[in-house]
């Protein structure tokens, strides 16, 4: 564990140098928030931190575990996670979303848990939701038309989108034009979009041309969008980090690369059969 939590604080002091401000966790992603609060503590620097509820992690760190996350949206589940989320952090998340919230959990019509999250929203956190599955933009438009005593709660989404699976841009300018915090997540496809993985043509013309990684682009691609507030990098590693950052150096038309979306449900059936690492 102390190897683990070393490693966290060497990523997390690159990033900061480097200048990232956002920093995103779970109650499901292990130690994450215990180890993000501990280090901004020590380091005593004030970021913007977003955190999710409705996961809760079993898998003990074991990579082959059969199971490694068990949702729950209910209020049991909410009222369980967000001390839990306080304590580990040592201060409020800035931003507090449902982790992967969809139209099937019935979350989004769970007025116990809408009540309370308004009540948290009192409180100056900018409760939302985090999407997951093809289903992602319906979803979104159903909690951009949600009220509790006549107003929205909610005021933040995290969102997949990258080149393979941009089907929630949409929904998502939508709620950018509605006031919300947009954030981006796996914008290089869960490793798809990264030099691991065979990349498309287009996609390596590209790089060639912008003498630029092939995660660098995609990132570069979702930072473009005019809805996107913060896109994640998702790094694990400083080596990660720094060829993710070239992002920030690249300006180009990426409309070129339109050509490489799937559809939403051949992209999340691929996501699916990737291996949890």
């Known amino acids: 564990m102390d190897a683990m939590r070393a490693h966290a604080r060497t990523v997390l002091d690159a990033a900061w140098d480097a200048g990232i401000r956002y920093f995103d966790a779970a109650r499901s992603y292990g130690r994450a928030e215990e180890f993000l609060g501990g280090w901004l503590a020590e380091r005593g620097h004030t970021a913007t931190v977003g955190s999710k509820w409705g996961y809760t992690y079993v898998a003990d760190w074991h990579t082959d575990a059969d199971t490694h996350e068990v949702k729950n949206h209910d209020l049991d589940t909410l009222e369980r996670q967000w001390p839990e989320t306080l304590a580990s952090l040592g201060r409020p998340p800035d931003l507090y979303l449902i982790h992967s919230a969809t139209l099937a959990t019935g979350v989004l019509e769970d007025g ?88 498309p043509p287009t996609l390596a013309e590209i790089c060639g041309e912008l003498r630029a990684t092939p995660d660098a682009v995609a990132l570069a691609a979702a930072l473009a969008q ?43 059936q691929t996501r699916a059969g990737l291996s949890w690492n």
């Open 112 to 199: 116990r848990v809408l009540a309370r999250l308004a009540e948290l929203a009192t409180l100056g956190v900018r409760v939302g939701l985090s999407t997951s599955g093809p289903g992602q933009a319906d979803t979104l438009r159903r909690a951009l038309a949600v009220t509790v005593d006549g107003l929205n709660p909610f005021s933040a989404v995290q969102a997949t989108w990258n080149l393979l699976e941009p089907s929630a841009g949409g929904a998502l300018a939508e709620a950018h034009a509605a006031g919300w915090t947009v954030v981006v997540k796996e914008a290089v496809a869960n490793g798809r979009l990264t030099k691991r993985a065979t990349i």
């Open 226 to 268: 005019p809805w996107a507030d913060v896109v994640l990098s998702g790094a694990t590693t400083v080596q990660q980090l720094e060829s993710n950052l070239g992002a920030l150096r690249l300006k180009s038309d990426f409309s070129t690369l339109a050509g490489l979306a799937e559809s939403p449900g051949e992209y999340w």
